[in-house]
């Protein structure tokens, strides 16, 4: 195999657009592809509140618990949240392996953490390791992927 076949949900919702958009997306995704629509299943993921109570392994224990009491300020809180973050991501994206996420808070805002997530993308039979740089606002729990040309990661 040549990539990575496309989640079922994203075969499923090509079905509905084909004939109006023009020719359907591939069902195989190239290196860019899977990068992509792991990065969107992601944010999906992770910006995701799971209600409180729920056995874990539940389809209802999709996303992250809510975090508006930790501070982003507090080294156990930010390990505490990476480590829910990771496990989500272990739960709910089988094409990210061994991910890890670091968090540090942003100088001159205390409500905003700054961190990486990196693992490796499964590319067929290929492990590929992978950084997605992340920032993260501790208040709301919004969460986003990518940088800039700076190097800064983007609000």
């Not at 061994?98 to 590319?123: M, T």
């Not at 290929?126 to 990518?146: K, M, N, T, W, Y």
């Amino acid at each position: 195999m040549a990539g990575a076949r496309a989640p079922l949900f994203e075969r499923l919702a090509e079905v509905e657009g084909t004939a109006a958009s023009g020719p359907a997306p591939p069902r195989v995704l190239d290196r860019a592809g899977l990068r992509t629509s792991i990065l969107e299943g992601l944010a999906q993921l992770l910006n995701t509140r799971r209600p409180g109570g729920v056995p874990e392994g539940w389809v209802l224990d999709y996303g992250v618990p809510d975090f508006g009491g930790l501070s982003a300020a507090s080294a156990p809180d930010r390990e505490h949240y990476a480590s829910a973050l990771t496990a989500a991501i272990a739960a709910y994206e089988p094409r990210l392996l061994d991910a890890r996420i670091s968090l540090e808070p942003v100088a001159g805002d205390p409500q905003r953490l700054r961190g990486r997530l990196s693992g490796d993308l499964l590319l067929g039979s290929i492990r590929e390791p992978v950084v997605f740089p992340l920032l993260l606002h501790a208040a709301s729990g919004a969460l986003q992927f990518g940088e800039d040309n700076a190097g800064e990661v983007t609000a």
